[in-house]
């Protein structure tokens, strides 16, 4: 069974400071992925990863970054948290031979005040 | 214009209703489709792949309609466990990257 895990199920942090999420899968993927979720707007990408040290702006990734130095783990870093970075954020590894499924972690529910 | 798009819902059926549901998408080249399922405070898991030629997993079928661009569920004998969420999601053309739609509110009644 695949299996990811992120470092939080649930976060409180002050406007202005720096976070990390943490995203680590067990099952070699070599793509991994953060998504932020907010009512009536669906999953929206952040970034993404093929594989070690190789990253991808997703749809919005102003005011986050990624880093990737392991392949099993993907952390997204909010480098001067703001209110409107409150959300659930979802991690997710695929294997891009297998059957495109992506695996998803529990989620962080940010809450920025 | 949103890559995928859902109807928000709520459903509310009864048990042992049939639903169905669709999602159109917006990008002609796109190649996967899926629908994913989420339950309340949990994370998407995954439901179904749909194929071209439609395809079919219990008392679930998923159809693909290449020129107007949707993708549809039907579920047949709904459960009360078939309460939840379901995502429509399409692949970009750049085939690693996956647009999701924002969810259809599925409620299943005694």
């Known amino acids: 069974d695949v299996k990811v895990t992120q470092s939080s199920r649930y976060l409180v942090k002050r406007t202005g400071e720096k976070v990390f999420l943490e995203c680590v899968q067990d099952?070699?993927?070599?793509?991994m992925f953060w998504y932020r979720q907010d009512p009536g707007l669906g999953l929206r990408l952040i970034y993404f990863?093929?594989?070690?040290?190789?990253?991808e702006k997703g749809d919005i990734p102003e005011g986050y970054s990624v880093s990737r130095e392991k392949k099993e783990r993907f952390s997204l870093i909010l480098e001067s948290a703001s209110t409107n970075q409150t959300s659930m954020y979802l991690c997710?590894?695929?294997?891009?031979?297998?059957?495109?499924?992506?695996?998803f972690g529990p989620g962080t529910r940010l809450t920025v005040t | 214009r949103k890559e995928v798009e859902q109807d928000p819902g709520p459903f509310n059926v009864p048990e042992g209703a049939t639903v169905a549901f669709n999602c159109t998408y917006s990008?002609?080249?796109?190649?996967?489709f899926f629908w994913y399922r989420q339950d309340c405070r949990k994370e998407p898991k995954l439901l179904m792949s749909?194929?071209?030629s439609g395809n079919e997993d219990g008392r679930f079928t998923a159809q693909l309609n290449r020129a107007s661009q949707y993708i549809s569920l039907l579920i047949r004998d709904s459960k009360l466990s078939d309460s939840a969420t379901y995502l429509c999601?399409?692949?970009?053309?750049?085939?690693?990257?996956?647009?999701f739609g924002s969810g259809t509110k599925l409620n299943v009644k005694p």
């Open positions: 749909v194929y071209s």
């Open positions: 099952m070699d993927h070599e793509n």
């Open positions: 997710a590894s695929r294997n891009p031979s297998g059957r495109d499924e992506q695996y």
């Open positions: 990863s093929y594989d070690v040290k190789m990253k």
């Open positions: 990008n002609s080249a796109s190649q996967s």
């Open positions: 999601v399409v692949n970009s053309d750049n085939f690693n990257k996956f647009y």
